[in-house]
């Protein structure tokens, strides 16, 4: 299973980015794909999440309103629409993918990309 991040970079508050996510190497039937985020010296943060089986999503409080997540399936990637963005969601961003029971704890995915890193900087 290989997932690959891309689409992070420096941008001014207020500004916006898409993430992408490429999944391949996996054939579940249903699987959720969510986006973590760690920022320096702080635990990893779940940012929001996808079911395959019916696009139904979950988003933190702290990103609800700016990010919209969604998926393409045919393509196997997930997007994460990044809005209104502050010096707060400085981080690296991590896809995950995997069958949780709790879609914002980090222990319960199985697979992983490398992460992508994105600034929110004047």
């Known amino acids: 299973v290989q997932l690959v991040e891309s689409g992070g970079g420096l941008v001014q508050p207020g500004g916006s980015l898409r993430l992408s996510c490429a999944a391949s190497g996996f054939t579940f039937s249903s699987y959720y794909m969510s986006w973590f985020r760690q920022a320096p010296g702080k635990g990893r943060e779940g940012v929001s999440c996808i079911k395959s089986f019916d696009d139904s999503t979950f988003y933190a409080n702290s990103v609800k309103g700016r990010f919209t997540i969604s998926r393409n399936a045919a393509e196997n990637t997930v997007y994460l629409q990044m809005n209104s963005l502050k010096p707060e969601d400085t981080a690296v961003y991590y896809c995950?993918?995997?069958?949780?029971?709790?879609?914002?704890?980090?222990?319960?995915?199985?697979?992983w990309g490398k992460g992508t890193q994105v600034d929110v900087s004047s």
């Open positions: 995950a993918v995997g069958h949780p029971t709790v879609w914002a704890i980090p222990d319960e995915y199985d697979y």
